[in-house]
T-cell receptor, first 115, second 114 residues
């Protein structure tokens, strides 16, 4: 069974440009999460999808970030326009349910560098 | 509010020696605790979790963790470290309220030297 897949693995863009990150969750997982790790700090929650609906987007930094999950399968996270402080590693995760005792399966992350 | 602290940025240990990676937490309600590991150029990989019951939890690759409610800690341990255990380790918590998200620590880099 394939795990969570993220694309690209690395992205270097200039300030002001747009970048779109993609996440393919494990097949059949209704719950999809985006997290971010900035500058060696803790990994922070961005948002949570249940199927195609945004369940919780309380961690999204600002309106330059837009996440979608059309059809309830893969998800995209677009940053437009990118700023220097957006640099970091963006992780996607998925799980079958969102109960408190359930682990999530994470992708390898996308390392975003804004210069 | 939920939070996790990993007080050590880095832990160095010789191969064959026991290792401990520390984690303390703060959570509303009952804690659900997790350890993840990130090997170089790989994703976060689930190691083990504490839900309820026995305070000593066993996980993958010979790792175990001890839940201590009074000290609000969940330290990761292994009796005999391997060079291949060198990686970045993250502790995470979910509370019984607002439990859809993980709260992670800042990570601890484990270096196991031959």
């Amino acid at each position: 069974e394939a795990g969570v897949t993220q694309f690209p693995s690395h992205s270097v863009i200039e300030k002001g440009q747009t970048v779109t990150l993609r996440c393919d969750p494990i097949s059949g997982h209704d719950n999809l999460y985006w997290y971010r790790r900035v500058m060696g700090k803790e990994i922070k929650f961005l948002l949570h999808f249940v199927k195609e609906s945004k369940q919780d987007e309380s961690g999204m930094p600002n309106n330059r970030f837009l996440a979608e999950r059309t059809g309830g399968t893969y998800s995209t996270l677009k940053v437009q326009p990118a700023e220097l402080e957006d640099s970091g590693v963006y992780f996607c995760a998925s799980s079958q349910d969102d109960r408190e005792n359930t682990e999530a399966f994470f992708g390898q992350g996308t390392r975003l560098t804004v210069v | 509010a939920q939070s996790v602290a990993q007080p050590e940025d880095q832990v160095n240990v010789a191969e064959g020696n026991p290792l401990t990676v520390k984690c303390t937490y703060s959570v509303s309600g009952n804690p659900y605790l997790f350890w993840y590991v990130q090997y170089p150029n790989r994703g976060l990989q689930f190691l083990l979790k504490y839900i309820t019951g026995d305070n000593l939890v066993k996980g993958s690759y010979g790792f175990e963790a001890e839940f201590n409610k009074s000290q609000t800690s969940f330290h990761l341990k292994k009796p005999s470290a391997l060079v291949s255990d060198s990686a970045l380790y993250f502790c995470a918590v979910r509370g019984s309220y607002n439990f859809n998200k993980f709260y992670f620590g800042s990570g601890t880099k484990l270096n196991v030297k031959p």
